[in-house]
């Protein structure tokens, strides 16, 4: 509506009619754009995945470094998940750390994925094969026709004398049974992709293993810690019948005029102080048994108890450089590395194969005739040479994408090789400062062990006041917790070392006892 339309005195109100009219359709137009747009993006990123994952070295499943100082979901990391069991056992399972592991190399989700991508690589192997095997197929058609002379360009001077063809012949009809092949003779893009899957099989296996490697670290990460939790239980739960006792004989002595009331007082603060340290050490560690019960792929709601405690095994430090080397040629993530190069190369070949011919052959063979009873045998044989001439840059675009791909894996190679030193460095860093510390731990729980005695004498003598004594229950806390830390600390450390070495499968048991 324009303003020509309107009487004078309501112009204004048509052109506020006609200025929202214009802004209600932009609104309608923004929103068909904010509704197609990201639906189009997500095609496109969708292509894009899928044109990347298309590759002869099938994506490998992400192996993800544990960090126990780092709490972290089954959404960010598989490796704390798991596919728990159908069905509890009855009654109160006995959990020993073997069986956790097993456990765990079973159910947890990393492992899982890592496997279902191996199956996943072994079906691309046979997907590249088949493009160098021949085709067989087979058929059989009736078929019933009619054609129009005119449409295929037949006139009156084709046919002798000048006379007039029909311009519509049929219906007619034949039967034709016939078998055919094709093989490709030769096509070097086509082996190479072929050689690339073969590879990336070998990375997913490589991954699997590597997998399993980081399974078995988080397990023992989950179960040391669990392990810990219960030892913090079992020193909470022995302060507390401490304090309490002391409490007990503050309350005594007041009563019997030998101790002012702030003894009373100062034990009680105490008593209650270890009461909620126990509440939360009970606490942590029912989370802590819930964790490692979701590593291992317990049933859900199964009730467990750990079997094996942590005990302290001295360990000898191994050789740096020995250590490397051992871990240069066991590490399952570096040989996965190195074939990704591998393949990476075979793809990059395949690529700058799109510039060769390559060569085909096709053949059938059948009868043909009016009807199954009138067949006479008929056979085709063709050998076909494909030069590519221009592709409209295709190629060029493959080249460049299978280099940047070759280049990438190259650098993921040098970086896991710089992690695995890095990776045996720390381990024996942290079995070395552990093992120190277990042994000033040990040593600093006997000196407030002692310390305590005293001071529970001076107190009980009256030389005292209970002040010292809850000093001296401060300080054995504090070793107890000191020496848990480290116990959990080494055990850790030891595992690591096997992970390090790529061998925590084979390893952690043998770490674990000492050997």
Same mark, same amino acid.
């Given at each position: 509506?324009?303003?020509?339309?309107?009487?004078?005195?309501?112009?204004?109100?048509?052109?506020?009619?006609?200025?929202?009219?214009?802004?209600?359709?932009?609104?309608?137009?923004?929103?068909?754009?904010?509704?197609?747009?990201?639906? @189009?993006? =997500?095609?496109?990123?969708?292509?894009?995945?899928?044109? *990347?994952?298309?590759?002869?070295?099938?994506?490998?499943?992400?192996?993800?470094?544990?960090?126990?100082?780092?709490?972290?979901?089954t959404a960010q990391n598989p490796v704390f998940g798991s596919v728990p069991e159908a069905k509890p056992t009855p009654g109160v399972l006995s959990l020993t750390f073997s069986d956790a592991i097993e456990r765990a190399l079973r159910q947890n989700l990393a492992g899982l994925l890592s496997e279902y991508s191996t199956i996943e690589a072994r079906g691309e192997k046979w997907q590249k094969l088949s493009d160098l095997l021949?085709?067989?197929?087979?058929?059989?058609?009736? /078929?019933? !026709?009619?054609?129009? &002379?005119?449409?295929?360009?037949? *006139?009156?001077?084709?046919?002798?004398?000048?006379?007039?063809?029909?311009?519509?012949?049929?219906?007619?009809?034949?039967?034709?049974?016939?078998?055919?092949?094709?093989?490709?003779?030769?096509?070097?893009?086509?082996?190479?992709? =072929?050689?690339?899957?073969?590879?990336? !099989?070998?990375?997913? %296996?490589?991954?699997?293993?590597?997998?399993?490697?980081?399974?078995?670290?988080?397990?023992?990460?989950?179960?040391?810690?669990?392990?810990?939790?219960?030892?913090?239980?079992?020193? /909470?739960?022995?302060?507390? !019948?401490?304090?309490?006792?002391?409490?007990?004989?503050?309350?005594?002595? #007041?009563?019997?005029?030998?101790?002012?009331?702030?003894?009373?007082?100062?034990?009680?603060?105490? =008593? #209650?102080?270890?009461? +909620?340290? &126990?509440? @939360?050490?009970?606490?942590?560690?029912?989370?802590?048994?819930?964790?490692?019960?979701?590593?291992?792929?317990?049933?859900?709601? +199964?009730?467990?108890?750990?079997?094996?405690?942590?005990?302290?095994?001295?360990?000898?430090?191994?050789?740096?450089?020995?250590?490397?080397?051992? /871990?240069?040629?066991?590490?399952?993530?570096?040989?996965?590395?190195?074939?990704?190069?591998?393949?990476?190369?075979l793809e990059s070949s395949a690529a700058f194969a799109g510039y060769f011919p390559t060569l085909d052959l096709a053949a059938d063979y059948g009868d043909i005739g009016a009807h199954p009873g009138s067949l006479l045998p008929t056979y085709h044989f063709f050998g076909t040479l494909n030069i590519p001439i221009f592709q409209g840059g295709k190629v060029h675009g493959d080249v460049l994408k299978a280099d940047a791909s070759?280049?990438?894996?190259?650098?993921?190679?040098?970086?896991? %090789?710089?992690?695995?030193?890095?990776?045996?460095?720390?381990?024996?860093?942290?079995?070395?400062?552990?093992?120190?510390?277990?042994?000033?731990? #040990? *040593?600093?729980?006997?000196?407030?062990? #002692?310390?305590?005695?005293?001071?529970?004498?001076?107190?009980?003598? $009256?030389?005292?006041?209970?002040?010292?004594?809850?000093?001296?229950?401060?300080?054995?806390?504090?070793?107890?917790?000191?020496?848990?830390?480290?116990?959990?600390?080494?055990?850790?450390?030891?595992?690591?070392?096997?992970?390090?070495?790529?061998?925590?499968? !084979?390893?952690?048991?043998?770490?674990?006892? $000492?050997?």
């Amino acid at each position: 509506m324009s303003s020509a339309d309107c009487p004078t005195r309501q112009l204004r109100r048509c052109r506020a009619s006609s200025l929202w009219n214009a802004l209600a359709i932009v609104s309608i137009v923004l929103s068909i754009f904010t509704a197609i747009f990201p639906a @189009a993006l =997500y095609a496109q990123n969708s292509n894009s995945t899928s044109n *990347s994952s298309s590759s002869g070295a099938p994506a490998p499943v992400p192996t993800p470094q544990v960090s126990p100082s780092q709490v972290q979901t089954t959404a960010q990391n598989p490796v704390f998940g798991s596919v728990p069991e159908a069905k509890p056992t009855p009654g109160v399972l006995s959990l020993t750390f073997s069986d956790a592991i097993e456990r765990a190399l079973r159910q947890n989700l990393a492992g899982l994925l890592s496997e279902y991508s191996t199956i996943e690589a072994r079906g691309e192997k046979w997907q590249k094969l088949s493009d160098l095997l021949p085709n067989l197929n087979g058929s059989v058609q009736e /078929a019933v !026709e009619k054609q129009s &002379l005119e449409a295929l360009g037949l *006139s009156s001077a084709l046919f002798p004398g000048g006379a007039k063809p029909p311009r519509v012949i049929g219906p007619f009809d034949y039967f034709d049974v016939r078998a055919s092949a094709t093989q490709r003779l030769f096509d070097w893009k086509a082996i190479q992709k =072929y050689r690339s899957s073969l590879v990336g !099989e070998s990375v997913t %296996r490589f991954n699997l293993k590597d997998a399993r490697d980081l399974v078995v670290l988080a397990t023992g990460n989950a179960y040391l810690q669990a392990i810990a939790g219960a030892a913090r239980v079992e020193t /909470a739960l022995a302060q507390v !019948e401490t304090a309490r006792a002391l409490y007990n004989k503050a309350v005594a002595q #007041q009563q019997a005029g030998v101790a002012p009331a702030i003894d009373t007082l100062r034990a009680q603060v105490e =008593y #209650q102080s270890r009461q +909620q340290q &126990l509440i @939360a050490a009970t606490s942590d560690f029912a989370k802590q048994k819930i964790s490692l019960a979701r590593v291992i792929g317990l049933a859900l709601g +199964q009730e467990f108890e750990l079997a094996d405690k942590s005990p302290y095994q001295a360990f000898p430090i191994p050789d740096l450089e020995t250590s490397l080397q051992r /871990a240069y040629s066991l590490r399952s993530d570096y040989k996965a590395a190195h074939d990704r190069v591998v393949a990476a190369q075979l793809e990059s070949s395949a690529a700058f194969a799109g510039y060769f011919p390559t060569l085909d052959l096709a053949a059938d063979y059948g009868d043909i005739g009016a009807h199954p009873g009138s067949l006479l045998p008929t056979y085709h044989f063709f050998g076909t040479l494909n030069i590519p001439i221009f592709q409209g840059g295709k190629v060029h675009g493959d080249v460049l994408k299978a280099d940047a791909s070759l280049r990438q894996a190259q650098a993921q190679m040098a970086d896991v %090789r710089g992690q695995i030193d890095q990776d045996i460095r720390n381990a024996l860093l942290d079995l070395k400062s552990s093992a120190d510390q277990v042994e000033v731990g #040990q *040593s600093s729980v006997n000196l407030a062990e #002692q310390a305590l005695t005293q001071s529970q004498d001076r107190f009980s003598a $009256g030389v005292t006041d209970n002040l010292e004594v809850v000093q001296a229950q401060e300080a054995l806390a504090t070793a107890h917790e000191s020496l848990i830390s480290s116990l959990y600390l080494h055990n850790l450390a030891k595992v690591s070392f096997a992970r390090a070495l790529g061998r925590a499968e !084979e390893g952690v048991r043998e770490y674990l006892k $000492g050997k």
